[in-house]
């Protein structure tokens, strides 16, 4: 994957909510990521996050036609189901921390 595009999304409670939109060719049949796509994108939202001093943050992901593509099995690979929310991802604290020195 070369590129994936994020649409950040304001909040009341100061968290950082956004979409991460996939391209095509990382898109796995049954509109999913690997680990290995999604690692260096939670680790670059991660950094952002800890220098900005955001509480928490929310991604979700799409491809570029807008439908919805899973994380929940790159998130168990990774080792970070507890950060599972239906289909989105709930970075907090110390998994923000984790996240951001790899």
């Known amino acids: 994957m070369s590129k994936a595009d994020a ?3 304001s909040s009341f409670s100061g968290d950082l909510s956004l979409t991460v939109v996939v391209e095509p060719d990382a898109v796995q049949p049954g509109y999913t990521v690997s680990a290995e796509t999604l690692a260096p994108i ?3 939202v991660a950094r952002s996050a ?3 001093g955001v509480p928490a943050v929310v991604i979700y992901t799409e491809e570029e036609g807008g439908i919805d593509v899973s994380i929940v099995g790159a998130a168990r690979e990774l080792g970070i189901s507890e950060a599972i929310n239906g289909n989105s991802l709930h970075l907090t604290g110390e ?3 984790s996240l951001a020195e790899q």
């Open 50 to 52: 800890v220098e900005m």
């Open 7 to 9: 649409i950040y999304l």
């Open 95 to 97: 998994r923000l921390d």
């Open 42 to 44: 939670l680790g670059t």
